[in-house]
């Protein structure tokens, strides 16, 4: 039987005792012992003679106070306790770690030869014993000491101060960081690289040095990384008039990796899969998102370093303040309408998903047993919506104003939440104390509309109803501060100004009760609305529109979000519909006129390419699960591939010549390329089912010059089961089965392949010579993408799927139970299904549950499902 973990509170958070003010590091490197010497400056802050130092498996080798051997100390369970301190002292600690057995690839580990850290959230206590807390910032110098020919490169965080050759074959090389940090930004690399150096001249005129490391042959895979990482610098000067800090600013792409990156100053640890790339190993997504990471984790030098958080209650106030700046970086840089898409996508699918799951939480959660667990979609990505919740209330100038506000302020310091709203208050003279309530309160609010057109007052009324329903950790919701974007179309297409008591008023409505009506005044026609424009905030809308309105804002919409919205609103009107035809065992069917409307989209010449392959993606499995209290996950699966034939069938000759307008004969990644290969790929989506597509299929993937038409044509044949399908993963995997990195989007198309075997044959695809459980990557693709993208194999009735998933999650549990506790979601949504499928679910989370050893990760979320 698992052991109950104790739960932290937000509402308990005490100040430090005492505070380190510098501390020195040295690391003498060996693969199965290596030497740990911290020497701290420590303050006393409270009147107390103890202190407490977190750590875990750790071998103390020494502990001197002030250079005398100290005695006064107790080990106990993941922290000593020391006795009879001064107030000021100079506290000297030597620990002994194995970073060879680390698997769970926390604190310091070995990767493929090469030595490396991580340490958010609380790495570091594996590393020394030490104040593991955001809230002790401290300078740190860092020695690192190993073999030359084996480790020529030894990098830690902020400036090269010191380097020198020693006995036997060692070396070492000494690094200073003079702006204080809190220990999970601490990092160390030591290994043998293939290095990429570039210079950044910043505006005020100072020279970065730039230093991409790779392992070796990987050198002309990063460039892009580069090429990126100059952009973010110049981007965060013009946009936000932010100026990098240190001489050397550092990127290591390794293998194994539980997270993306990690913004440790100055030395920026990669997951490779965010650096690596070329057009014959990476797809333009793999493009796009190593430009948003390397922005990502750079951008967090301010928002997240330079300002960090208090406690790890506080996480949403850097990564989701960094996520809204990453995605107005991509959104600058790229087609802003597509990045948009792409954002509230994962908002509406696996984001409401959480919202609605055991695992539901606000943006700030109030109680913790694992922090891992919160490095979630609510933290990230709604913690982001809800900063551009603020953009859309204040505008680009009032939203500049509190940022520079908040940096101004709380620069070296450890902020709230609390901090960055009442800079965002003060700067601009605003009341926010509503607001508030999106930080503490969890789950998706729906905002119900009905509207009203009265000819003879040429009024139009629009009434407002919003909700929230109760989520595990909250029963009682109350009404939050809603930006609600609208413009109103006459039957021209033209819009129609609001005014409001004789005054022109903004688009966007202050949503703040339970229900409110807003009347617009000298509305000459009835109009159209267009609702909830840019998806102004994280919210479920419901609208009764009709199918001539739906495909008018198509058309019509000056906005492409709204244009795209109202494409998919049409399309899960028809969903929703077919799913209740399926169910009653009838055919599924479009009409003609929705059929005509999405016609319009693909022969329209003035919408780009990479819009038009927006509209034409139909929503995912996922997303459509969150529209049913109970899903049934056979009739929507159904109903999704019968809608996407019906198209295919219809629009053939339209993809048809769409598809062989667009074939490209040389690869570049500039935005237009990318979004002509997006529509083009898409037609190739549809073709698949038509009488054509094995054969375009086999000859786009014997001509492909690039990744992204490579991925495409097995994309295509695998999600359409074509005959080609087995040759072409035969021969991709002949070619890359020496690249991990290349290989993981073979082993996702494994993981997501829909036929009835698919299950049989990842069994045997884990025992691909590419493939290891141990590497998170490789167990990401392969599994995680056949428990989140497989829907009815995952889902099968005789439990398998389930059995599966258990048996992993089990064997991970020991290995790397951060990254077993990312795989367990799909199962904590058992909730979602029928009685049968709860009951297999819930054996195998009952088998979890009875484990010894059950790691905290996973603890945490097995018993929040069950309690369920």
């Given amino acids: 039987m698992a052991q109950a973990h104790q739960a932290k ?113 609380e790495g570091f206590r594996r590393i020394t014993y030490y104040l593991d807390r955001p809230d002790v910032l401290a300078k740190y110098t860092t020695t690192v000491i190993a073999d030359k020919a084996q480790y020529p490169f030894l990098l830690s965080n902020g400036n090269r101060i010191e380097q020198a050759d020693l006995n036997d074959g060692r070396h070492m090389v000494k690094w200073s960081d003079p702006h204080p940090k809190p220990s999970y930004l601490f990092a160390l690399v030591a ?290 501060h809603i930006p609600f974007d609208i413009e109103l179309y006459n039957a021209a297409g033209e819009v129609t100004e609001l005014r409001c008591n004789g005054e022109k008023v903004s688009n966007v409505l202050n949503l703040t009760q339970a229900k409110q009506s807003f009347v617009f005044e000298g509305v000459t026609e009835k109009p159209v609305p267009s609702l909830l424009r840019e998806f102004s905030a994280p919210v479920k809308l419901e609208y009764d529109y009709s199918d001539e309105e739906l495909t008018f804002l198509m058309v019509h919409a000056r906005n492409e979000f709204a244009r795209w919205d109202a494409g998919q609103m049409l399309l899960a009107k028809y969903i929703r519909s077919n799913v209740e035809t399926v169910q009653a065992g009838d055919e599924v069917s479009l009409p003609e006129q929705v059929v005509d409307a999405f016609r319009g989209v693909l022969l329209s010449k003035e919408l780009e390419p990479a819009f038009i392959a927006e509209v034409m993606s139909l929503p995912s499995h996922n997303e459509v699960s969150g529209w049913y209290k109970t899903v049934d996950v056979d009739a929507v699966a159904a109903v999704l591939k019968a809608i996407k034939v019906q198209l295919a069938l219809e629009l053939a000759d339209e993809l048809s010549a769409i598809y062989h307008s667009l074939k490209q004969s040389e690869y570049t990644i500039d935005h237009a390329a990318i979004g002509e290969r997006a529509l083009r790929n898409t037609a190739l989506s549809y073709l698949a089912y038509t009488e054509q597509g094995n054969a375009l299929a086999l000859q786009q993937y014997q001509q492909a010059n690039n990744m992204t038409d490579t991925i495409a044509a097995m994309s295509a044949a695998n999600q359409a089961q074509l005959d080609c399908r087995e040759t072409l993963m035969s021969d991709y995997s002949d070619k890359w089965k020496h690249d991990g990195l290349v290989m993981d989007k073979w082993f996702t198309l494994q993981g997501c392949n829909p036929s009835t075997n698919a299950l049989d044959m990842i069994k045997q695809t884990m025992q691909h010579e590419a493939f290891s459980l141990k590497n998170p990557n490789r167990t990401r693709s392969l599994v995680g993408s056949f428990l989140n993208m497989n829907p009815v194999n995952f889902h099968a009735i005789d439990g398998s799927g389930y059995q599966f998933a258990g048996e992993i999650l089990r064997e991970l549990n020991s290995v790397n139970p951060q990254v077993a506790s990312r795989l367990i979601d799909p199962l904590l949504k058992l909730g979602k299904y029928d009685q049968t499928r709860q009951a297999l679910i819930k054996v195998e989370l009952e088998k979890l549950k009875s484990m010894d050893d059950l790691a905290k990760d996973l603890f945490e979320k097995v018993t929040k499902a069950l309690e369920a």
């Fill in 9 to 121: 509170y937000r509402k308990d958070y005490q100040s430090p005792s005492h505070t380190i003010t510098d501390i020195d590091l040295t690391f003498e490197l060996q693969d199965t012992a290596t030497i740990v010497t911290a020497v701290s400056q420590v303050k006393q802050l409270k009147d107390s003679t103890s202190l407490e130092l977190d750590g875990e498996g750790l071998e103390l080798k020494r502990l001197e106070v002030n250079q005398v051997e100290w005695n006064e100390y107790e080990l106990v369970e993941g922290s000593i306790k020391i006795h009879q301190l001064p107030t000021e002292f100079v506290l000297t600690i030597v620990t002994e770690i194995n970073p060879e057995a680390n698997t769970a690839l926390e604190g310091l580990y070995k990767s493929d030869g090469a030595y490396c850290t991580q340490c958010e959230a």
């Fill in 191 to 480: 290994g043998d690289f293939d290095v990429l150096r570039d210079k950044y001249t910043t505006k005020s005129g100072r020279n970065v040095e730039l230093e991409i490391f790779v392992d070796k042959g990987n050198l002309n895979r990063a460039n892009h990384a580069m090429v990126s990482l100059i952009n973010s610098m110049k981007w965060d000067e013009e946009r936000f008039g932010l100026e990098y800090d240190l001489d050397i600013y550092m990127i290591v792409a390794v293998d194994f990796f539980n997270m993306g990156a990690m913004e440790n100053k100055g030395l920026n640890v990669f997951n490779s899969k965010f650096v690596l790339a070329n057009d014959q190993t990476a797809t333009d997504t793999d493009y796009l998102g190593i430009e948003a990471v390397i922005g990502h984790e750079y951008f967090h030098n301010w928002t997240g370093n330079r300002v960090t958080c208090r406690d790890w209650f506080q996480l949403s106030l850097k990564e989701g303040l960094t996520v809204f700046r990453d995605q107005e970086f991509s959104s600058d840089l790229g087609s802003r309408a597509v990045n948009r898409i792409n954002n509230v996508r994962i908002i509406r699918g696996p984001q409401f998903a959480e919202d609605a799951s055991p695992m539901s939480h606000p943006i700030r959660p109030d109680k913790v047993i694992e922090m891992n667990n919160f490095y979630t979609l609510t933290v990230y990505e709604k913690g982001s919506e809800v900063i551009r919740m603020y953009h859309t209330l204040l505008g680009e100038e009032g939203f500049q104003k509190g940022i520079k506000l908040y940096i101004e302020r709380h620069d070296g310091t450890a902020a709230t939440c609390e901090d960055f709203v009442k800079a965002m208050e003060d700067a601009n003279g605003v009341d926010l104390t509503q607001f508030r309530l999106w930080y503490s309160q969890s789950g998706t609010p729906t905002v119900k509309v009905a509207s009203h057109y009265d000819a003879q007052q040429q009024t139009y009324t629009l009434t407002l109803e919003q909700s929230t329903e109760p989520t595990q950790d909250q029963k009682e919701k109350q009404a939050l």
